[in-house]
Nanobody, 120 residues
Framework: VQLQASGGGLVQPGGSLRLSCAAS????????MGWYRQPPGKQRELVAS???????NYADSVKGRFTISRDNAKNTVYLQMNSLKPEDTAVYYC???????????????WGQGTQVTVSS
């Protein structure tokens, strides 16, 4: 099982980006999925999460600007980021609790990270 994140890049303040993270492998079920970020010199922090039923949770700093969603048929989670600010600059990581085929337990998996830079 692996998570592959994509969609990062350089964007001007006020701009938008859409991150994607696709899970692949021998998957039975995906439970919660989420996005974290790690700004330069700081600790990793939660950005947003979404349950298998679609309930979402956001960090206060991104509420009203970012939207997390998922496509269960594609085993993919998205993060639509609008009105980006320089302080959103970070490496963004996706994660997911995944139950592999033949297993009764879910394990936490992380994607490789994608750089988002907001600068003029």
């Amino acid at each position: 099982v692996q998570l592959q994140a994509s969609g990062g890049g350089l964007v001007q303040p006020g701009g938008s980006l859409r991150l994607s993270c696709a899970a692949s492998g021998s998957i039975s079920r995906i439970n919660d999925m989420g996005w974290y970020r790690q700004p330069p010199g700081k600790q990793r922090e939660l950005v947003a999460s979404i349950t298998s039923g679609g309930t979402t949770n956001y960090a206060d700093s991104v509420k009203g600007r970012f939207t997390i969603s998922r496509d269960n048929a594609k085993n993919t989670v998205y993060l639509q980021m609008n009105s980006l600010k320089p302080e959103d600059t970070a490496v963004y990581y996706c994660n997911a609790y995944i139950r592999k085929n033949g297993s009764f337990l879910s394990s936490l998996y992380w994607g490789q990270g994608t750089q988002v830079t907001v600068s003029s």
